[in-house]
């Protein structure tokens, strides 16, 4: 059984990449243990106490984007600080007012009124010299009138402030103690859905193994995935159980039989799905309540897409997509998603051993190929897809335009073509017939004829009849095919089923995928395989039956890939249960009709340090404006009337080397940009970036200046 619950889960995809032998790296889980719970290759605890520590950990409801393990929350607002010279002086002040005080009463300058209470108190017996009760009534008397005097001047000199920033707390770090383990109905290693729904043995085998340090994190993520299945009714509790029994932490495994990644460089959270990528800064642009808070992603915010735009280097591949594509793996693993990660051959995405599928285009030792057509049957969805690959970045650069003559002319070729060989036909073969050779058309129009097919007759002859006239796409699509059409793709995008081709059609089962994109010599065809792809992703999660699983699509490189039928498709993604992660250099990469509705149509948006001012102006337009306390403060000269006054003003001016002046403030509200183009093109230091957040419950978070390597 899979960690849905299926047992007929293996095979629905491409079998699974050889793993080499070795042990693997040790990952590591934030912020204690310094390893993941139970990460292989390495020899688990005895009693568990790291996985239990970790499960155990509080995750209170946050902001969103807020690192959530471990997270303690600040008010919303910032209470008002006092400088440390001010809070000082005072406490040291209203310590000597105290001092003052008790020495008048002590000296008899405020009379014995003060002393009045303890006579009345006290028998007339105790009065005696020399008695014991009276020397302790007295003295005890002093003592509580002093307390009193240092309690009144210790609140007015905030003392106890004073001991919270610079006394004992604040020297011992922050740290959370390790309290008694907590009752079993609120104990998460307990299992207690499982006992309340009367699965006790299950929970007590899982609970048995948490405790002997067998389960790992993806383990507990991937059972409780399957569990979810139970509840909703997919699969028979009797199931799950026996599964549990039989396997205990192991239950529900992936079709690729793996239960961790073999290397982690980012710290995961699976319980609430999070990956931390940064630190929010400490700076007064950030709303109080996120400062000095771990940043960090999710489904729940990847499924509004996410766009990251930043020069190389700034680190978008090492500081945002690495980490993504390592925490989608994992909820891979755990059935929890599906990922496909696009990128450059040789780009820092990962192990080959950390995915299901690898696909090398271009490469002689791939073990997979990529399915051209997306493994649909049809030949309109085929002409639609395949269309928008070969000349989406021809079209009319506006939100309206499509690729529909294009489209057409596809659709004349690929119906008779399926209908008489009953498969699509490969690259060599569809370019003949975009360029109108006479013997494969011929071939066609016999077949076609034989099989008394007369409707795709009459589609085959208007594809001929069209040839001729100016102006048709036909040259167009046949010159962007030969881009594929070269010996170093010659093993690729074969439809004879001789090859072990790789359909997105496979995203409604928890496959991790990578597709390496020839870049040397292969620009224009790697930009269009990237388009091919991207085109592939929105057809096929927008049909899949169980959208309860997360698809992500990650692009490394954008650029030449957003078109106006590839902005439609992404903000279709929301809906359907999936997400887009799109980097880019430059918005320059995008023309310019289509900024403002990518933009728009993506949910979590991302400026690296080193943008330019027009790129920084894009995202300043987006993020809009808002209302800001705004201080003007002015200095008027003071002018002394007479002789005391002017020796006075001249001696202040020896003093202090300034004229005496009068400061005036005037406090207003004004509306001003969030961050200005040229904040973004300038006030971001290196390895820090802008993000904005959506989540797909449509919560925001403004934009935060997020330091990527903290």
Known sequence: ???????????????????????????????????????????????????????????????????????????????????????????????????????????????????????????????????????????????????????????????????????????????????????????????????????????????????????????????????????????????????????????????????????????????????????????????????????????????????????????????????????????????????????????????????????????????????????????????????????GDLADPHPGSDTRRSTTVLAQLLGPFRAVHGRFPGVPELRQLLDGTPGPLAELRQGLRAAGQESLLRELDARERQMGHPGDVGGVLADRVALLDRPAFAPFFDTSGQSRPFSLKSLDHPVRVRIDLPQRGHADASRMLARLVLAQFTASVSVREDRSLFACLVLDDASGVVTPEAVRGVQRLRSAGAGAVLTLRTLDDVPRPLRGPLLGAIGCRMALSGLTPWDGQDFAEVWGKEWTEARDVTDRQIIAETPAGKAAHMVRRVITGKAPTARAVTVRQVERERWSASELAHAVPAGHAVLSLTTVKGEHAPPLLVDLRG
């Open 1 to 391: 059984m899979d960690s849905d619950g299926n047992r007929d889960a293996r095979g629905t995809h491409a079998n699974p990449v050889p793993r080499p032998a070795g042990p693997p790296e040790v990952p590591g889980v934030p912020p204690r243990p310094s390893r993941a719970p139970g990460a292989p290759g390495v020899p688990p605890l005895p009693d568990g106490s790291a996985f239990l520590s970790w499960l155990r950990t509080p995750r209170p409801e946050a902001l969103p984007g807020v690192w959530r393990f471990g997270h303690r929350p600040r008010p919303a607002q910032e209470p008002e600080r006092v400088p440390g010279r001010q809070l000082v002086s005072g406490a040291v002040i209203a310590f000597l007012v105290g001092w003052l005080i008790w020495s008048l009463l002590w000296n008899g300058y405020l009379g014995g009124w003060w002393l009045l209470p303890l006579y009345a108190m006290i028998p007339d017996s105790w009065a005696e010299p020399h008695s014991f009760g009276s020397v302790v009534a007295v003295y005890a008397y002093y003592a509580l009138i002093a307390g009193i005097i240092m309690v009144g001047v210790g609140r007015l000199g905030r003392w106890d402030e004073i001991w919270r920033r610079y006394g004992p707390p604040a020297w011992r770090p922050a740290t959370q103690a390790a309290g008694s383990p907590p009752a079993p109905e609120e104990d998460p290693a307990a299992w207690p859905a499982l006992r309340a729904a009367g699965a006790v043995e299950a929970a007590e085998r899982l609970a048995g193994e948490a405790r002997q340090g067998l389960m790992r994190d993806v383990d507990h993520a991937r059972i409780a995935r399957a569990w979810q299945g139970v509840q909703r009714g997919r699969h028979s509790l009797a199931t799950f159980t026996g599964a549990v029994l039989g396997a205990g932490a192991g239950a529900c495994p992936h079709p690729s039989g793996d239960r961790d990644l073999p290397a982690r460089r980012a710290r995961h959270d699976l319980v609430t799905g999070q990956v931390r990528i940064g630190t929010a800064a400490d700076d007064a642009r950030n709303p109080y309540a996120y400062r000095g808070a771990g940043l960090a992603l999710g489904p729940d915010l990847l499924g509004t897409s996410l766009l990251a735009v930043g020069p190389a280097g700034s680190g978008k591949t090492g500081s945002v997509v690495r980490p993504l594509t390592e925490s989608l793996c994992l909820h891979a693993l755990a059935g929890r998603a599906a990922v496909v990660v696009v990128g450059a051959a040789g780009a820092d995405l990962g192990p080959a051993d950390a995915y299901d599928v690898v696909v090398r285009i271009g490469h002689p030792d791939s073990v997979y190929d990529l399915d051209l057509y997306g493994g649909t049957t049809d030949p309109d969805e085929a002409a639609v897809v395949l269309a928008e690959a070969l000349v």
